[in-house]
């Protein structure tokens, strides 16, 4: 295959935006335009000194420009590859964590890494699902987008029946909670907090420990106020971005504390 063709045009040395920002623009450019496709190798260091007559330094800082914007990830000695785009996730309206994906088209690789029938630990937040229905189901399910790994769920369900390998393989959580009850499921709390990446995630996650995580977590509730699903979802940070609409009118506080004057500012 080809090699994308790569420009020097857009950089202008006597531009008051630094150089490894127009350099990072360029690249992005390529990559908005298609040149550069997910999981792509960006050219090496040499060649990009060379296509931009830049210094080493002015390069290494367009590429970790990329790297905080999610743009590109770094793997040691191999290169930096092109990330997918980052995926956005509508809060305000009750959707699964796989709905949300398929409404912005993105069709995600899933798979199930483990499953447990009546666990004998569950998380102190799914403690409601016990006696909802004659089984809790514990399972583990990793999602992939252009091959990339951003995502891994640990769910919990209660369950009259013991789901198949299959079901659990091809049917997103909450509508294996709904095969298990109907269509009344009517409720559930989201919380969304920053955590790091264990070792074991790091692992599953494909990235370094400790590396940020946003962690999504979920209780489904039926509509007698039971519990009958809680789902923790922990996602690659730089590749996923919670977002909700405000709607007005606006509210505004008329003046802040000065905590160290005791006094109020207007």
């Not at 006597?14 to 960006?42: C, E, M, T």
């Not at 483990?114 to 004998?120: E, G, I, K, L, N």
Request: hydrophobic share 45%; proline share 5%; with cysteine.
């Amino acid at each position: 295959m080809d090699k994308p063709a790569f420009s020097t045009a857009p950089i202008t040395r006597q531009s008051l935006v630094p150089l490894y920002i127009q350099i990072a623009d360029a690249l992005r450019a390529k990559i908005d335009a298609g040149l550069l496709k997910p999981n792509d190798k960006l050219p090496s260091e040499l060649e990009l000194i060379s296509l931009y007559q830049a210094s080493r330094v002015t390069i290494r800082l367009a590429i970790k420009y990329l790297i905080a914007q999610g743009i590109v990830a770094s793997r040691q000695g191999k290169g930096s590859f092109v990330l997918a785009p980052i995926i956005k996730h509508e809060l305000g309206e009750f959707r699964g964590f796989y709905d949300q994906l398929r409404m912005q088209g993105v069709d995600p690789e899933t798979e199930l890494l483990s499953f447990v029938v009546d666990p004998a630990q569950l998380p102190a937040a799914a403690a409601g699902l016990k006696g909802v229905g004659k089984h809790v189901i514990e399972f583990v399910r990793r999602y992939k987008t252009h091959s990339q790994v951003f995502a891994e769920i640990h769910a919990w369900f209660a369950s009259d029946a013991v789901p198949t390998r299959e079901l659990l393989e091809t049917h997103p959580v909450l509508g294996l909670v709904t095969r298990a009850f109907g269509g009344a499921i009517c409720s559930a709390e989201l919380g969304i907090r920053a955590v790091s990446a264990t070792a074991n995630l790091a692992r599953s996650l494909q990235i370094k420990k400790t590396s940020p995580l946003l962690l999504l977590r979920r209780a489904s509730f039926l509509s007698d106020k039971t519990m009958c699903e809680y789902s923790e979802i922990h996602i690659r940070a730089e590749r996923y971005e919670f977002r909700l609409q405000a709607k007005g009118p606006l509210s505004v506080t008329s003046a802040i504390h000065d905590f160290h004057k005791n006094k109020v500012v207007p």
